[in-house]
């Protein structure tokens, strides 16, 4: 298994450039089996989750080819319908493929995503939903299997309001909804960035959607979509990790490529604890060179859906507050179990109490590196961040959770004066 050695305290400083979204870029590969049409994306990042997904679409009968930030996809052949566990246990986002699948050819078979470092995570929301619009769904030896039992064959427009906010949830029923028969209303609708992403290419293809990007989404059904091409939106979460670590290591730090609208509550957290941040179309620039008292003040934080504090962010800006003046309260509302960074961030000398969901973050002048362990891919995320921070070298290990979400980071944080290396167990033979 790969490791990172970060040897921390490095100047940062330059310019890094963002790639797409990754929880934009699931939701768009999965939309394509809507079409017979061919799909193209532009700006796709070069990562294992989006890997993992096109490996499923593939074993769907779909065509998938990626060169470099292009994908084209062509969902003609399809004659599988199911999503096996083998595939849906390494990503629980593969539970994408329902919606689409039991819209236009009418039956899915989808394995349930069982347990996830971050808690339960269940799916109930996603079969709800699709009941409503019409699906059979039993669940059998561990997988959703659904059917449409319409007299047409197709789905039908409904009412759903969701019993909490879900961002994947939200999507695979939009994607459902496109070929439904008649109007759809989701209420509760998950407003983040990626949803109005997602919402774009379906219109792009012919859907006819409104009020993405707010809690009501409409869709009046269609009989069919056609292909599209569509750009991906920036990863806030890249971005947000790039500034996370810039204020950290008290840097000065450029992030092209980005979309600052996307990123109000982590700039306005981030400018709290001192840091000055410039935007323009398509960057940010995060200085933390010359810090009043040469450290980020501690700043409190609780996660919630958008445009609240991002969970996804929640690791990495606590990593900032371990080295911050003060003492900060970080209280995690979406996951359960999200705090399993912080028995590694005490390795490297942070003080944190947690009690239940909130943490209490007290800042020390300086992190000392170690060994410590990737749990989940944001945790990794926080744990760089501390590491690029922290004086010494310290060696992550289990980043096959960090390649799961990011685009080349080691490459890029060199490319910003990071020391920072991948030791390949496969390299060195051991
Ligand atoms: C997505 C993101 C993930 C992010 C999360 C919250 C993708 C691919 N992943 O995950 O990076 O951390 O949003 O912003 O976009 N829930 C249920 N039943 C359901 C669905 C959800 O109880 O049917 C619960 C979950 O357990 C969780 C909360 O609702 O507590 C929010 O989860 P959800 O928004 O669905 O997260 P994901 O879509 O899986």
Same mark, same amino acid.
């Given at each position: 298994m790969d490791k990172l050695r970060i040897t921390g305290q490095r100047t940062l400083q330059g310019v890094v450039q963002a790639s797409g979204a990754k929880n934009a870029a699931l939701p768009l590969i999965a939309a394509a089996l809507l079409t017979a049409e061919t799909v193209q994306l532009s700006n796709a990042p070069?990562?294992?989750?989006?890997?993992?997904?096109?490996?499923?679409?593939?074993?769907?009968?779909?065509?998938?080819?990626?060169?470099?930030?292009?994908?084209?996809?062509?969902?003609?052949?399809?004659?599988? #319908?199911?999503a096996s566990y083998e595939l849906v246990k390494t990503m629980r986002a593969s539970v994408?493929?329902?919606?689409?699948?039991?819209?236009? $050819?009418?039956? /899915?078979?989808?394995?349930?995503?069982?347990?996830?470092?971050?808690?339960?995570?269940?799916?109930?929301?996603?079969?709800?939903?699709?009941?409503?619009?019409?699906?059979?769904? /039993?669940?059998?030896?561990? #997988?959703?299997?659904?059917?449409?039992?319409?007299?047409?064959?197709?789905?039908?427009?409904?009412?759903?309001?969701?019993?909490?906010?879900?961002?994947?949830?939200?999507?695979?029923?939009?994607? /459902?909804a496109t070929l439904a028969e008649g109007e759809t209303l989701i209420d509760n609708a998950a407003r983040e960035p990626e949803i109005v992403d997602l919402a774009n290419l379906l219109r792009a293809m012919g859907a006819q959607i409104r009020g993405d990007g707010t809690s009501q989404i409409r869709i009046q059904g269609v009989d069919a979509l056609h292909g599209a091409s569509?750009?991906?939106?920036?990863?806030?979460?890249?971005?947000?990790?790039?500034?996370?670590?810039?204020?950290?290591?008290?840097?000065? =730090?450029?992030?092209?490529?980005?979309?600052?609208?996307?990123?109000?509550?982590?700039?306005?957290?981030?400018?709290?604890?001192?840091?000055?941040?410039?935007?323009?179309?398509?960057w940010i620039r995060l200085r933390a060179d010359a810090l009043p008292g040469g450290r980020p003040r501690a700043v409190s934080v609780r996660?919630?859906? #958008?445009?609240?504090?991002?969970?996804?962010?929640?690791?990495? $800006?606590?990593? =900032?507050?371990?080295?911050?003046?003060?003492?900060?309260?970080?209280?995690?509302?979406? $996951?359960?179990?999200? $705090?399993?960074?912080?028995?590694?961030?005490?390795?490297l000398g942070a003080q944190i109490d947690i009690d239940g969901h909130t943490c209490v973050v007290h800042g020390v002048p300086q992190l000392s590196g170690a060994t410590v362990m990737a749990t989940d891919l944001r945790a990794s995320a926080g744990l760089v961040v501390a590491a690029l921070a922290a004086e010494g070298e310290t060696v992550i290990d289990r980043i096959y959770h960090l390649d799961r979400g990011y685009d080349a980071m080691e490459v890029k944080l060199r490319g910003v004066g990071a020391q920072i290396e991948r030791i390949s167990d496969r390299i060195s033979g051991k």
């Amino acid at each position: 298994m790969d490791k990172l050695r970060i040897t921390g305290q490095r100047t940062l400083q330059g310019v890094v450039q963002a790639s797409g979204a990754k929880n934009a870029a699931l939701p768009l590969i999965a939309a394509a089996l809507l079409t017979a049409e061919t799909v193209q994306l532009s700006n796709a990042p070069q990562l294992m989750d989006v890997r993992t997904l096109a490996k499923l679409l593939r074993s769907l009968g779909a065509q998938v080819e990626q060169d470099g930030g292009q994908i084209r996809l062509s969902a003609a052949a399809v004659n599988h #319908y199911e999503a096996s566990y083998e595939l849906v246990k390494t990503m629980r986002a593969s539970v994408l493929v329902l919606g689409p699948l039991l819209a236009r $050819f009418g039956q /899915a078979r989808v394995s349930l995503p069982g347990g996830c470092a971050i808690g339960a995570r269940p799916v109930d929301q996603h079969i709800k939903g699709l009941q409503a619009l019409g699906a059979d769904i /039993a669940v059998e030896h561990g #997988y959703i299997v659904a059917r449409v039992a319409t007299p047409s064959g197709r789905l039908r427009g409904a009412r759903i309001t969701t019993d909490m906010v879900t961002v994947t949830g939200t999507e695979n029923l939009m994607m /459902a909804a496109t070929l439904a028969e008649g109007e759809t209303l989701i209420d509760n609708a998950a407003r983040e960035p990626e949803i109005v992403d997602l919402a774009n290419l379906l219109r792009a293809m012919g859907a006819q959607i409104r009020g993405d990007g707010t809690s009501q989404i409409r869709i009046q059904g269609v009989d069919a979509l056609h292909g599209a091409s569509h750009r991906i939106i920036p990863d806030r979460i890249e971005v947000g990790t790039f500034l996370c670590a810039a204020l950290a290591a008290r840097g000065d =730090v450029t992030v092209q490529g980005a979309e600052p609208s996307h990123q109000d509550a982590l700039l306005d957290k981030l400018r709290e604890a001192g840091a000055q941040i410039d935007t323009g179309a398509d960057w940010i620039r995060l200085r933390a060179d010359a810090l009043p008292g040469g450290r980020p003040r501690a700043v409190s934080v609780r996660t919630t859906e #958008y445009p609240g504090f991002a969970t996804d962010m929640q690791a990495q $800006f606590m990593a =900032v507050n371990c080295l911050a003046e003060g003492a900060a309260r970080m209280t995690e509302t979406i $996951f359960e179990n999200r $705090f399993m960074h912080v028995q590694e961030l005490m390795r490297l000398g942070a003080q944190i109490d947690i009690d239940g969901h909130t943490c209490v973050v007290h800042g020390v002048p300086q992190l000392s590196g170690a060994t410590v362990m990737a749990t989940d891919l944001r945790a990794s995320a926080g744990l760089v961040v501390a590491a690029l921070a922290a004086e010494g070298e310290t060696v992550i290990d289990r980043i096959y959770h960090l390649d799961r979400g990011y685009d080349a980071m080691e490459v890029k944080l060199r490319g910003v004066g990071a020391q920072i290396e991948r030791i390949s167990d496969r390299i060195s033979g051991k």
